[in-house]
């Protein structure tokens, strides 16, 4: 069974930046669009930025500008690189995979993303 690891969350001040990478282990990583999505407390999960396994992408309005999703798909690793990082991100983000031949979703633990002066 596919599983997806987080890892890169932290501390961090405001205007700072973060790389966030989920790595994909136990099959094949091309089938997989993935996204990242974030809960706030309190709020609901919203999607921040998605890629196809083509590459192309998609990000909330509030990511445009500041977050790049990226993926290699030699290393099963997808990335958010996030700059200008501001207090309302945030959030425990988390990885999403959506297999495109079973529709089936996968998703990671979770990484807690903390901006704060």
């Known amino acids: 069974q596919v599983q997806f690891v987080e890892s890169g969350g932290g501390l961090v001040q405001p205007g700072g930046s973060l790389r966030l990478s989920c790595t994909a282990s136990g099959s094949i990583f091309s089938i997989y669009a993935m996204g990242w999505y974030r809960q706030a407390p309190g709020k609901q999960r919203e999607l921040v930025a998605a890629?196809?396994?083509?590459?192309?992408?998609n990000y909330v309005d509030s990511a445009k500008g500041r977050f790049t999703i990226s993926r290699d798909n030699a290393k099963n690793t997808v990335y958010l690189q996030m700059n200008s990082l501001k207090p309302e991100d945030t959030a425990v983000y988390y990885c999403?995979?959506?297999?495109?031949?079973?529709?089936?979703?996968?998703w990671g633990q979770g990484t807690q993303v903390t901006v704060s002066s």
């Open positions: 890629i196809t396994n083509s590459g192309r992408t």
């Open positions: 999403n995979a959506h297999n495109i031949i079973n529709l089936r979703d996968s």
